[in-house]
C-alpha cells in the first residue's frame, strides 16, 4: 500500500459525524483506491454552557481540528431526524456547525445520508455500530478508534473516498466526452 501512496496524488479528507453533545472526527489519506488512516477522535461540548457557548465550543475545537490535520476535503454525515423535535433541531445546529467550519475553510463538503455510509463500508444499510467500528480496524489498519463517534467519522471520511472516486470518473468522461463533441462540432462546420 505504501508504493501506491508514493505512486498517486493523495488527498486528504476529514469525515465528521455531528452531534451537539459530541461531534466525531476521522482523517483518512486516499491515494487511488488505498485508504491509510491518518488519526481520529471526538470533540465534547459542555453541557452545563448555553446552546449558543456550546456551538462555539464546537466550531472553535472543529477549526482547531482543520487546522492540525489539513484536509483537502470534507465529508458530514446527514442529521438522522427522531422523534424528539427539540434534539433533531439541536442536532441541525451542530450539523450546520460541521458543515459550516470546514466550508469557511475553503473545503469542498460532501454529504451523505447514514444507510448510505454504512452500506458504503458494511454492505448494510442498517448495521450496527459494532460492524461499522470492525470494518473500520479492517479498511483502516493501526486506526485506535478513540470513541463509536470517531468510527462513524471515519466511515463518513471512507464513504466519501469511495463516492469521490467514482464522481471523478464521470466529471472525467463528461469532460471528455464534450471535447469529443466539440472537436467534432468544429470538424462538421469547416466542412460546410
Known amino acids: ?72 476535503e470534507a465529508a458530514v454525515e446527514e442529521t438522522f431526524v427522531n422523534r424528539n423535535p427539540s434534539s433533531t433541531l439541536k442536532l441541525g445546529m451542530a450539523r450546520a456547525v460541521a ?23 458494511v454492505g448494510a444499510g442498517h448495521a450496527e455500530k459494532t460492524q461499522v467500528q470492525m470494518m473500520m480496524r479492517v479498511l483502516l489498519p493501526g486506526c485506535a478508534l478513540n470513541s463509536a463517534d470517531a468510527a462513524d467519522a471515519l466511515a463518513v471520511a471512507v464513504c466519501h473516498a469511495h463516492h469521490r472516486a467514482t464522481r471523478l470518473a464521470w466529471t472525467e468522461t463528461a469532460t471528455t466526452t464534450a471535447a469529443i463533441g466539440a472537436k467534432v462540432g468544429a470538424v462538421a462546420g469547416r466542412r460546410r
Open 1 to 72: 500500500m505504501a508504493d501506491s501512496f508514493a505512486r498517486s496524488a493523495v488527498v486528504r479528507v476529514i469525515g465528521l459525524d455531528p452531534g451537539l453533545r459530541h461531534t466525531g472526527w476521522g482523517v483518512i489519506d486516499v491515494a487511488g483506491n488505498s485508504l491509510r488512516h491518518v488519526s481520529d477522535g471526538a470533540l465534547h461540548s459542555d453541557a452545563q454552557l448555553s446552546l449558543a457557548d456550546r456551538l462555539c465550543q464546537l466550531h472553535d475545537a472543529l477549526a482547531a481540528v482543520l487546522s492540525a490535520w489539513h484536509p483537502d
Open 99 to 121: 458543515l459550516l467550519v470546514p466550508a469557511r475553510a475553503g473545503l469542498p463538503v460532501a454529504e451523505y445520508p447514514t444507510n448510505l455510509v454504512k452500506k458504503s463500508v
